[in-house]
């Protein structure tokens, strides 16, 4: 256990709490100099006719792209200016930027005047920003919001001796959760080889094979046949709407469902927004049935979720294909696993040229051609992947927990530190 330091007093700060009487409460402005009026914002257009990318470009998230010049050749702190990430958090606001770089007009550029930059930038990442954030349609911290936010401000000699203690602590913490992040990668493509294997090969391991003569599929089991998703399936998708808007978004009536609504093959209802029943009649082609498979087409091509446990009227919004059996030929279960396999992942990279897609077609869509067994081995197959694939799902969200926990001890750590909760000064001065 590391001490507290003995004499605290109060900072009037919700976020900061108590603090060492010896320290300082300064605003930013008098502790750093502000570097924005050097940032220069390109274009994607102007990034896309650069011959030598070799330099990091920054954005308000962090390295956005490379470019073949820079501004900056020396370690800056950068805190996001504007965008969602202001209130999700999904990646750190805060951060250093080192070596030659180029830095756009969504973060602002921050140089001590004094101290130790590392200390600076993770009790930067420690400040809660939401009460300095303006809009909510485009929530941004500007640059006189951030500069008059107060901070503690210890000696320069307490700052080096809070990195020393915080460093090695960090460096062995980030390598954990290399290996963690490593363990999800392996075991999401074991995931995806076990399903490949099985809607490809089947089940009994002594069939006899014959070319399928589709190149991304491969062999298949004698008896089975191919076909394409235009032969056996209702597809169905949204385009336009006449000018729906998210401020038409109820809090009750049908329910819409997007993309981000999916959660482990299914769909998350206490996630999705409403619409007025007038608008749900207006579409009746992407009105939602109970066991219908849907896949997104935008953004993240491929995400799942088959329709259970319906709880009302529902219905697609952009972004989504509703794929329904036509004539009993496949289980919804079956082609779930079939577009949750490297066959499918492989015809979309070949459509796609090798390059990342970003938008599915339906024309691309219908025509995937895939392979397909009698409906008595479907069962058997579905039986079988939901067992396998069961279990590897609970080791990824094991190791997921694992990544959570890490990750907030992390942060308690560096908060207990650079905001003077634990008194290191006596620890670092015996080593």
């Given at each position: 256990?590391?001490?507290?330091?003995p004499?605290?007093?109060?900072?009037?700060?919700?976020?900061?709490?108590k603090?060492?009487?010896?320290w300082?409460?300064?605003?930013i402005?008098?502790?750093?100099?502000?570097?924005?009026?050097?940032?220069?914002?390109?274009?994607?257009?102007d990034r896309?006719m650069?011959?030598?990318?070799?330099?990091?470009?920054?954005?308000a998230?962090?390295?956005?792209?490379?470019?073949?010049?820079?501004?900056f050749d020396?370690?800056?702190?950068?805190?996001?200016?504007?965008?969602?990430?202001?209130?999700?958090?999904?990646?750190?606001?805060?951060?250093?930027?080192?070596?030659?770089?180029w830095?756009?007009?969504?973060?602002?550029?921050?140089?001590?005047?004094?101290?130790?930059?590392?200390?600076?930038?993770?009790?930067?990442?420690?400040?809660?920003?939401?009460v300095?954030?303006?809009?909510?349609?485009?929530?941004?911290?500007?640059?006189e919001?951030?500069?008059n936010i107060?901070?503690?401000?210890?000696?320069?000699?307490?700052?080096?001796?809070?990195?020393?203690?915080?460093?090695?602590?960090?460096?062995?913490?980030?390598k954990?959760?290399?290996?963690?992040?490593?363990?999800i990668?392996s075991l999401e493509?074991?995931?995806?080889?076990i399903?490949?294997?099985?809607?490809?090969?089947?089940?009994?391991?002594?069939?006899?094979?014959?070319d399928?003569?589709v190149?991304?599929i491969?062999?298949?089991?004698?008896g089975?046949?191919?076909?394409k998703?235009?032969?056996?399936?209702?597809?169905?998708?949204?385009?336009?709407w006449?000018?729906?808007?998210s401020?038409?978004f109820?809090?009750e009536?049908?329910?819409?469902?997007t993309?981000?609504?999916?959660?482990k093959?299914?769909?998350n209802?206490?996630?999705?927004?409403?619409?007025?029943?007038k608008?749900?009649?207006?579409?009746?082609?992407?009105q939602?049935?109970?066991?219908?498979?849907?896949?997104?087409?935008d953004?993240?091509?491929?995400k799942?979720a088959?329709?259970?446990?319906?709880?009302?009227?529902a219905?697609?919004?952009?972004?989504?294909?509703?794929?329904?059996?036509?004539?009993n030929?496949?289980?919804?279960?079956y082609?779930?696993?079939?577009?949750s396999?490297?066959?499918?992942?492989?015809?979309?990279?070949?459509?796609?040229?090798?390059?990342t897609?970003?938008?599915?077609?339906?024309e691309?869509?219908?025509?995937?051609?895939?392979?397909?067994?009698?409906?008595?081995?479907?069962?058997e197959?579905?039986?079988?992947?939901?067992?396998?694939?069961?279990?590897?799902?609970?080791?990824?969200?094991n190791?997921?927990?694992?990544?959570?926990?890490?990750?907030?001890y992390?942060?308690?750590?560096?908060?207990?530190?650079?905001t003077?909760?634990?008194?290191?000064?006596?620890?670092?001065?015996?080593k």
């Open positions: 256990m590391i001490k507290a330091y004499d605290l007093k109060e900072s009037t700060l919700d976020w900061l709490g603090i060492p009487t010896h300082d409460l300064k605003k402005k008098y502790v750093f100099n502000n570097l924005d009026y050097k940032r220069i914002p390109l274009s994607s257009e896309g650069m011959k030598e990318k070799i330099y990091d470009y920054y954005g998230s962090g390295v956005i792209d490379k470019v073949e010049n820079y501004i020396e370690p800056l702190i950068l805190i996001g200016e504007d965008g969602a990430n202001l209130y999700s958090r999904s990646t750190p606001l805060a951060f250093v930027a080192t070596g030659k770089y830095v756009n007009n969504h973060a602002h550029i921050l140089n001590p005047k004094d101290g130790n930059l590392y200390y600076w930038a993770n009790l930067l990442e420690c400040i809660d920003y939401s300095y954030i303006t809009g909510s349609a485009q929530p941004k911290l500007t640059q919001a951030l500069a107060e901070l503690p401000v210890p000696n320069n000699l307490e700052q080096e001796s809070i990195w020393r203690f915080l460093s090695p602590k960090l460096i062995e913490i980030d954990l959760l290399s290996k963690q992040k490593k363990l990668g493509e074991k995931r995806q080889i399903i490949t294997e099985t809607i490809t090969k089947g089940l009994n391991p002594n069939v006899k094979m014959k399928s003569g190149g991304w491969g062999e298949i089991p004698k089975w046949n191919i076909t998703v235009k032969y056996n399936s209702y597809v169905k998708g949204r385009i336009g006449q000018g729906l808007k401020d038409e109820t809090d009536g049908p329910f819409l469902v993309g981000s609504d999916f959660k093959g299914m769909v209802w206490e996630w999705c927004y409403h619409i007025s029943e608008r749900y009649n207006e579409a009746p082609p992407i939602l049935n109970e066991k219908d498979l849907l896949i997104t087409k953004g993240t091509i491929g799942l088959i329709v259970k446990n319906m709880p009302g009227k219905i697609l919004n952009s972004g989504i294909f509703v794929v329904r059996p036509l004539n030929k496949y289980l919804t279960d082609m779930y696993w079939i577009l396999s490297g066959v499918f992942e492989e015809y979309v990279k070949i459509m796609g040229t090798g390059s897609i970003k938008h599915l077609y339906q691309t869509f219908i025509n995937f051609s895939y392979p397909l067994p009698k409906i008595e081995e479907q069962h197959i579905n039986e079988y992947l939901k067992e396998r694939v069961e279990k590897v799902d609970q080791t990824i969200e190791t997921l927990s694992q990544i959570q926990k890490l990750k907030e992390r942060q308690s750590l560096i908060y207990e530190a650079v003077g909760k634990i008194d290191v000064r006596k620890l670092m001065a015996e």
